[in-house]
């Protein structure tokens, strides 16, 4: 399991959330900056409900931070949450390869 401040987050809620193309391209868009939801309606040519809503799953699988600046607010990625996943995966691989010489006898 992940053992930093994001552990509560599981891996298999973080590849469900990150598996939609629009929730995706926001993650990769907010990895470049900091946006509202005006920003991300225009970048991704998705309706405003839509974007809210992908904002949504992604503040409620922590992948995500909010900021309020006046009457909007700034969303922003928790970095320490993907580094986390991303050791998830390279956990993975290394007990893959390492599974390559193994078989099971039947």
């Known amino acids: ?18 598996a939609d193309p ?4 926001i993650v990769d868009l907010l990895a470049q900056e900091q946006l509202c939801t005006c920003h991300l309606v225009e970048e991704t040519g ?8 992908a904002l949504r799953l992604l503040r409620e699988a922590g992948v995500v931070d909010t900021e309020p600046c ?5 969303y922003r990625l928790r ?11 390279g956990r993975l691989a ?6 390559r010489t193994r078989k099971r006898p039947c």
């Open 22 to 25: 629009l929730r995706r391209r």
């Open 70 to 74: 006046g009457r909007f607010t700034y």
């Open 46 to 53: 998705a309706g405003q409900t839509t974007v809210s809503n």
């Open 1 to 18: 399991m992940m053992t930093s401040p994001s552990a509560d987050i599981s891996a298999g809620i973080l590849f469900k959330v990150l």
């Open 79 to 89: 970095p320490e949450v993907l580094h986390d996943l991303a050791g998830e995966v």
């Open 94 to 99: 290394a007990a893959a390869d390492a599974a």
